[in-house]
């Protein structure tokens, strides 16, 4: 089994920006692409609309960081947490 590192991104939704559309068009532009790519498995919304859960696959942790600070949703984020994960099944 691969190892699989989970990415659980809150954004600030009391202060989104006056781009936050724009944002949003950029920010599926670039998750699109890390699905491309194959290093993106999984992506969840939340049913709160405050973020998103993403699972990447075959990465390192330092690899998603500097990733994930790409994402146009890191400029508005209001919590970021990295779960490093072995998969059973």
Known sequence: MMNQIQVILTIDTDNLPT???EL???EQAVVAAWKAEGILTHLYLRETKNGAILQFEGLTMEQVVKRIETLPFFQIKKDIQYLALIQQF
């Open 19 to 21: 781009n936050y559309a």
């Open 24 to 26: 949003l068009k950029e």
